[in-house]
């Protein structure tokens, strides 16, 4: 019931989410690249690393030449396997021309 409710459930730091799920190759680095500006959470820019992540959000980020947008399916316990950490987040493809 909570997690259909904005604003409760549970929550991760983004730093710790982009780097337990692999989408970034490090937490220094996934903490750089928040504390820059560089990631919109639900839209709305960031700049601190222990910004809140919960369940149905919307993450958009850069990596490499691309900008991936993710939505949180579920929070992640520890930085595990590959398809463990795919299956945390949904990979939303934005057009490409």
Same mark, same amino acid.
Request: proline share 6%.
């Given at each position: 019931?909570? $997690? ?5 459930? *549970?929550?991760?730091?983004? $730093? ?19 504390? $820059? ?43 595990? *396997?590959? *398809? ?6 949904? $990979? ?6």
């Amino acid at each position: 019931m909570a $997690d259909s409710i904005p604003g409760v459930g *549970p929550t991760l730091r983004i $730093d710790k989410f982009l780097w337990f799920t692999h989408l970034a190759k490090s937490r220094s680095l996934a903490q750089k690249v928040a504390e $820059d500006g560089h990631i919109r959470l639900n839209g709305r820019r960031i700049d601190r690393a222990h910004a809140v992540v919960r369940i149905g959000d919307l993450i958009t980020f850069p990596q490499g030449t691309q900008v991936r947008v993710v939505r949180v399916i579920t929070l992640p316990a520890r930085r595990g *396997p590959t *398809p463990e950490a795919r299956a945390c987040y949904e $990979d939303l493809q934005v057009g490409r021309y």
